[in-house]
């Protein structure tokens, strides 16, 4: 996991397997020092610990090894947030509706952790089956832009 390195196009995981496939993927399409955003579904970090997410994304490096950088959404949760900061969590993602954003994109900053407003632009792997050459084309394709 490398939260420095410059970042590809992000690409929207619900589990280990689809973690897989995209990290695979990413080592095929993308160049040598790219990471890639494994964003997780909106507002995953309600029924998703981070330790969980992180434990799942260190599972598909195991499998799939290329610099990638996980992302927890956190919707408007706070709470969640503060705890996926504690937890490690590279970078997350919560509403600038959050009454909390500005203390937590504190928080996050001496962490060296990335906070964003809103999740960016990403392929969602839903549907997508390992294997599929037509959904492993569809990756290499979104990473390369």
Do not use: I, K, Y
């Amino acid at each position: 996991m490398e939260s420095a390195a410059p970042l590809s196009r992000a690409v929207l995981v619900h589990d280990a397997a689809g973690m897989t496939m995209a990290l695979a993927a990413a080592r095929e399409a993308l160049p040598p020092g790219v990471a890639l955003p494994l964003l997780s579904a909106p507002g995953a970090a309600h029924w998703l610990s981070p330790r969980l997410f992180l434990a799942m994304v260190a599972q598909a490096l195991g499998t799939a090894p290329a610099p990638c950088l996980p992302v927890l959404d956190c919707g408007m949760a706070a709470g969640h947030a503060l705890a996926a900061l504690r937890a490690g969590c590279p970078a997350l993602v919560l509403s600038a509706a959050c009454p909390a954003f500005p203390s937590l994109a504190s928080a996050a900053a001496e962490r060296g952790a990335r906070l964003w407003p809103e999740a960016p632009a990403a392929l969602d792997t839903a549907g997508m089956r390992p294997g599929d050459p037509r959904a492993e084309a569809r990756l290499r394709d979104w990473l390369r832009g």
